[in-house]
């Protein structure tokens, strides 16, 4: 069984920072390439960061140099650092591995809402 569970999300000022966690249960973590995706109202979900089980990290050109996904092996943890955040930056936050996104679950999400 194979399982995400997001937190950390919230409402934030414009400029201000939020740390997002998923917890992974279940043996893929170690293998898999594992993944942030974001969904606001009205539009697709998409893919804003990626990291490989060996650590390299890869962003969509919206949150360059602003948001930072790590990954914590002995915790089976994702973690996305996000700072600078702006409104357009608001949506439902969900963790997964892209490889296997049409095989597991998603999970709930993590709700942010940037808005002064």
């Known amino acids: 069984q194979v399982q995400f569970v997001e937190s950390g999300g919230g409402l934030v000022q414009p400029g201000g920072s939020l740390r997002l966690s998923c917890a992974v249960s279940?043996?893929?973590?170690?293998?898999?390439?594992m993944g942030w995706y974001r969904q606001a109202p009205g539009k697709q979900r998409e893919l804003v960061a990626s990291i490989t089980s060996d650590g390299t990290t890869n962003y969509v050109n919206s949150v360059k140099g602003r948001f930072t996904i790590s990954r914590d092996s002995a915790k089976k943890s994702v973690y996305l650092q996000m700072n600078s955040l702006k409104p357009e930056d608001t949506a439902v936050y969900y963790c997964?591995?892209?490889?296997?996104?049409?095989?597991?679950?998603w999970g709930q999400g993590t709700q942010v809402t940037v808005s002064s």
């Open positions: 997964h591995a892209p490889i296997l996104s049409e095989t597991y679950a």
């Open positions: 279940g043996s893929i973590f170690s293998v898999y390439s």
